[in-house]
């Protein structure tokens, strides 16, 4: 089984894991099916995820630690001198060469190389993820008849027969670019593994053996559809890989293709951020792969500004905290090199940016940058604002807490507001990998959008907006450490998730509608606080003028 009968994906790293399992189209209809593809284990196996993320994380950063000490030592008073010069003195921006300078040949050859690969084998390659590619290639070289041994010695699992020919058809279907065909014999895969049709002795292997299977037939899928010019048909499939396998960076380079393919290129940009995050994470040492997904991310940030009309940015290198001082700098010096955009100026307060040519994971930690955005649209930079300075993410088009706005009052509050703030948010997230304020919230930023989407009545949409929403919570434990406090909070996202696509219970008793619930409340009373403070100011101020005019009138007298 080490030839034919391994896989193609390395087996995510938790013990507890989900069966999904997906028709190739998310129709309105299909929406209730989503549950039985993904399996009820979705958000109970948040926790095994978590520890085994842990566990990585604690392995290469000892490694770093060791390898880059002395590095450290050397150039850390250097670096601190000069990023702060930058910050305090030229303020340089950072504006990314036209897209032309990364052809699309360039581009087509990197997914060529990362996104299509392994595409005329099938293969189940059931080992770890630090295991090296080499060792991935000499045991399919060996092409063993007995059941072969995992890194750890343990026999590896039989994949079932009428899986494994279900597979093979498909896959000479094809070589042989028979797209359509090969499609519709990789969803009757999908199929057999919901049916528990995945290996021969199911309570034998561990869940992720069948959860890596599930999230590898997804990932061949997404390359039919893209195959097939059809996007949108692979876009949910890509999500659905990386719920199945976060650790697996082929996963998010696929994901970051298909938005590439419609042209959603700020989420291109951090789905490729992520990829080369996981591929470093995960043991991956050679740096031609990690240079050619950096040269994709760059190429993705620089495509999304320079279709951007409504907003310009600007990136400044800082080695210590920037105060408010220093940001007022920074926005005079942005407001002076971008007068068409200084309607509204707006620093990100929440985390650091990371630009493509200054990550470099294995060695030292990135350079870090403050993004600056400044807009045409006063009234786009004011919500941008007002949404940051929530203690946790809210897309809201309510006004007050208890005051639901009708179908024609939404409808417009997404045309003159929601589609003009979305691509900021997409695009702030394409140089964070983190967020500062919580770390649930991009998945929580994209279940807002989703419910929003849901009371447009595009139910379609919305599903695969839940879908990428629960690909980021998946990926969160292996991005950054977590409180058990935010352990629990994702644990209730994902379960909501779920229960959405399935269509049970209302979208009100959300938690992420709940969470919305407490910041509306909260806007409120610093409103009333503020409408009370203001007209505090107003009487002493009028008090004060009573005053000095009978002051005034006895003086004359």
């Given at each position: 089984?080490?030839g034919?009968?391994?896989?193609?994906q390395?087996?995510?790293?938790?013990k507890?894991?989900?069966?999904?399992?997906?028709?190739?189209?998310?129709?309105?209809?299909?929406?209730?099916?989503?549950?039985?593809?993904?399996?009820?284990?979705?958000?109970?196996?948040?926790?095994?995820?978590?520890?085994?993320?842990?566990k990585?994380?604690?392995?290469?950063?000892?490694?770093?630690?060791?390898?880059?000490?002395?590095?450290?030592?050397?150039?850390n008073?250097?670096?601190?001198?000069?990023?702060?010069?930058?910050?305090?003195?030229?303020?340089?921006?950072?504006?990314?060469?036209?897209?032309?300078?990364?052809?699309?040949?360039?581009?087509?050859?990197?997914?060529?190389?990362?996104?299509?690969?392994?595409?005329?084998?099938?293969?189940?390659?059931?080992?770890?993820?630090?295991?090296?590619?080499?060792?991935?290639?000499?045991?399919?070289?060996?092409?063993?008849?007995?059941?072969?041994?995992?890194?750890?010695?343990?026999?590896?699992?039989?994949?079932?027969?009428?899986?494994?020919?279900?597979?093979?058809?498909?896959?000479?279907?094809?070589?042989?670019?028979?797209y359509?065909?090969?499609?519709?014999?990789?969803?009757?895969?999908?199929?057999?593994?919901?049916?528990?049709?995945?290996?021969?002795?199911?309570?034998?292997?561990?869940?992720?053996?069948i959860?890596?299977?599930?999230?590898?037939?997804?990932?061949?899928?997404?390359?039919?559809?893209?195959?097939?010019?059809?996007?949108?048909?692979?876009?949910?499939?890509?999500?659905?890989?990386?719920?199945?396998?976060?650790?697996?960076?082929?996963?998010?380079?696929?994901q970051?293709?298909?938005?590439?393919?419609?042209?959603?290129?700020?989420e291109?940009?951090?789905?490729?951020?992520?990829?080369d995050?996981?591929?470093?994470?995960?043991?991956?040492?050679?740096?031609?792969?990690?240079?050619?997904?950096?040269?994709?991310?760059?190429?993705?940030?620089?495509?999304?500004?320079?279709?951007?009309?409504?907003?310009?940015?600007?990136?400044?290198?800082?080695?210590?905290?920037?105060?408010?001082?220093?940001?007022?700098?920074?926005?005079?010096?942005?407001?002076?090199?971008?007068?068409?955009?200084?309607?509204?100026?707006?620093?990100?307060?929440?985390?650091?940016?990371?630009l493509?040519?200054m990550?470099?994971?294995?060695?030292?930690?990135?350079?870090?940058?403050?993004?600056?955005?400044?807009?045409?649209?006063?009234?786009?930079?004011?919500?941008?604002?007002?949404?940051?300075?929530?203690?946790?993410?809210?897309?809201?088009?309510?006004?007050?807490?208890?005051?639901?706005?009708?179908?024609?009052?939404?409808?417009?509050?997404?045309?003159?507001t929601?589609?003009n703030?979305?691509?900021?948010?997409?695009?702030?997230?394409?140089?964070?990998?983190?967020?500062?304020r919580?770390?649930?919230?991009?998945?929580?930023?994209?279940?807002?959008?989703?419910?929003?989407?849901?009371r447009?009545?595009?139910?379609?949409e919305?599903?695969?907006?839940?879908?990428?929403?629960?690909?980021?919570?998946?990926?969160?434990?292996?991005?950054?450490?977590?409180?058990?406090?935010?352990?629990?909070?994702?644990?209730?996202?994902?379960?909501?998730?779920?229960?959405?696509?399935?269509?049970?219970?209302?979208?009100?008793?959300?938690?992420?509608?709940?969470?919305?619930?407490?910041?509306?409340?909260?806007d409120?009373?610093?409103?009333?606080?503020?409408?009370?403070?203001?007209?505090?100011?107003?009487?002493?101020?009028?008090?004060?003028?009573?005053?000095?005019?009978?002051?005034?009138?006895?003086?004359?007298?």
């Open positions: 089984m080490c034919k009968n391994k896989t193609s390395p087996r995510r790293g938790s507890k894991s989900n069966v999904a399992a997906n028709k190739s189209n998310d129709s309105p209809e299909a929406l209730q099916e989503a549950k039985n593809h993904l399996g009820d284990g979705a958000a109970e196996n948040i926790t095994e995820r978590i520890k085994m993320a842990e990585k994380k604690k392995k290469k950063s000892d490694y770093v630690k060791t390898v880059s000490r002395k590095r450290k030592a050397e150039n008073e250097k670096l601190a001198v000069k990023e702060e010069e930058t910050t305090l003195e030229t303020v340089d921006q950072f504006i990314p060469t036209p897209l032309s300078h990364i052809p699309l040949k360039i581009l087509v050859d990197i997914e060529m190389e990362l996104v299509y690969t392994d595409e005329e084998d099938i293969s189940f390659e059931f080992s770890d993820p630090e295991v090296s590619t080499s060792t991935q290639s000499a045991c399919r070289d060996s092409k063993k008849a007995d059941a072969p041994s995992a890194p750890d010695g343990s026999t590896l699992p039989q994949i079932d027969k009428q899986l494994q020919m279900t597979l093979q058809e498909a896959s000479a279907c094809y070589r042989q670019n028979n359509t065909a090969a499609a519709e014999q990789f969803s009757t895969a999908l199929e057999l593994c919901s049916k528990g049709v995945a290996v021969d002795h199911p309570f034998e292997s561990f869940p992720e053996d959860s890596s299977i599930a999230s590898f037939i997804e990932t061949k899928l997404v390359t039919c559809y893209l195959k097939l010019k059809k996007p949108d048909d692979a876009l949910n499939h890509s999500h659905r890989s990386i719920i199945l396998n976060p650790a697996y960076f082929r996963n998010h380079l696929r970051a293709a298909v938005f590439r393919c419609l042209e959603r290129y700020s291109a940009a951090r789905s490729a951020m992520i990829a995050y996981m591929y470093w994470l995960t043991g991956g040492t050679e740096q031609h792969i990690s240079k050619l997904i950096k040269l994709y991310w760059q190429a993705m940030i620089e495509e999304a500004i320079t279709r951007e009309e409504a907003f310009s940015v600007m990136y400044t290198p800082f080695a210590r905290e920037v105060k408010a001082g220093k940001i007022n700098k920074i926005k005079d010096v942005f407001a002076k090199k971008h007068p068409d955009y200084k309607e509204r100026i707006y620093t990100d307060p929440h985390g650091v940016h990371i493509p040519q990550a470099r994971w294995p060695s030292l930690p990135p350079q870090k940058c403050l993004l600056t955005l400044g807009f045409r649209n006063k009234h786009i930079g004011k919500v941008l604002e007002r949404w940051s300075s929530r203690k946790l993410p809210i897309f809201s088009d309510r006004k007050a807490p208890f005051c639901p706005l009708t179908s024609e009052e939404t409808k417009r509050y997404w045309d003159n929601g589609k703030v979305m691509p900021v948010i997409d695009f702030i997230r394409s140089t964070k990998l983190t967020d500062n919580c770390a649930c919230s991009p998945g929580i930023e994209k279940l807002h959008y989703a419910s929003f989407l849901g447009l009545g595009r139910a379609e919305q599903s695969q907006v839940i879908n990428q929403a629960m690909a980021e919570l998946a990926t969160i434990p292996y991005l950054q450490d977590i409180s058990q406090q935010d352990v629990k909070l994702l644990q209730s996202l994902m379960a909501d998730a779920m229960d959405t696509l399935e269509g049970r219970r209302s979208d009100k008793g959300r938690v992420w509608n709940k969470i919305q619930q407490i910041g509306l409340i909260e409120y009373l610093y409103q009333v606080e503020d409408n009370y403070l203001k007209n505090k100011r107003l009487r002493i101020a009028r008090t004060q003028r009573m005053r000095m005019k009978r002051i005034q009138d006895a003086q004359q007298r």
